[in-house]
């Protein structure tokens, strides 16, 4: 069983900076890849952004491209979302998930990927 805390939402303004927090437990955390997705009021769960077990490959939607960073530290089996230059639409809840390996270009975006799911934290972005 895995345990996945997500912390650091909040309220920020558009332009403005955060970075999440996901901590994990239960399973030896180098031995997964790694997900971020959010999902805002009344639509579906996105992929957002995704790190392999080794930290060598990272992946990006479109839409957060350059703007956010995604990285992991086995020290603390932690996993970091840095977003930047945040826009009103990236107003969501963000959850982190682990990664049912190997994870490829084709199904790291997909929800079936990841098997377990942290609880969420609110991001919003103010105009």
């Known amino acids: 069983q895995v345990q996945l805390v997500e912390s650091g939402g909040g309220l920020v303004q558009a332009g403005g900076s955060l970075r999440l927090s996901c901590a994990a437990s239960?399973?030896?955390?180098?031995?997964?890849?790694m997900g971020w997705f959010r999902q805002a009021p009344g639509k579906e769960r996105d992929f957002v952004t995704a790190i392999t077990t080794s930290g060598g490959t990272t992946y990006y939607a479109d839409s957060v491209k350059g703007r956010f960073t995604i990285s992991r530290d086995s020290a603390s089996n932690t996993v970091y979302l840095q977003m930047n230059s945040l826009k009103p639409e990236d107003t969501a809840v963000y959850y982190c998930?682990?990664?049912?390996?190997?994870?490829?270009?084709?199904?790291?975006?997909?929800?079936?990927?990841?098997?377990?799911w942290g609880q969420g934290t609110q991001v919003t972005v103010s105009s």
């Open positions: 998930a682990t990664g049912v390996d190997p994870l490829g270009v084709r199904s790291v975006s997909r929800v079936p990927s990841y098997d377990y």
């Open positions: 239960g399973r030896t955390f180098s031995s997964y890849s």
